[in-house]
């Protein structure tokens, strides 16, 4: 089983970039398809972004097309999403998500069965 531990949000202006970091443990994330969604306060879980575990697909929710990438590096074990041109929109807690069962690419959440925490990302205007 792969643990999950999300890094690198924070408190940013609009405009701003962050990266944030995903490293696995416990198995390897070659093996995984992979997502990132978030959670705005008082909001039902969004998809953000997906890297299927094969030929390299991804996946992204309109709102960030174009602003934000998904990547992963299987030497480090962790999955990436580079956010840029934030907007005060795109706060919330950022989670990711892993699953070895799903053979293409998915952007709902009960597709994955392995969370992380979440990280915090704000957004100011």
């Known amino acids: 089983q792969v643990q999950l531990v999300e890094s690198g949000g924070g408190l940013v202006q609009a405009g701003d970039s962050l990266r944030l970091s995903c490293h696995a443990s416990?198995?390897?994330?070659?093996?995984?398809?992979m997502a990132w969604f978030r959670q705005a306060l008082g909001k039902e879980r969004e998809f953000v972004a997906a890297?299927?575990?094969?030929?390299?697909?991804?996946l992204y929710a309109d709102s960030v097309k174009g602003r934000f990438t998904i990547s992963r590096d299987n030497g480090e074990n962790t999955l990436y999403l580079q956010m840029n041109s934030l907007k005060p929109g795109d706060t919330a807690v950022y989670s990711c998500a892993a699953t070895m069962t799903l053979v293409g690419i998915s952007s709902r959440p009960e597709s994955y069965d392995t969370w992380g925490r979440g990280t915090q990302v704000t957004v100011s205007s």
């Open positions: 890297s299927g575990r094969i030929g390299g697909r991804t």
């Open positions: 416990g198995r390897s994330i070659g093996s995984y398809s």
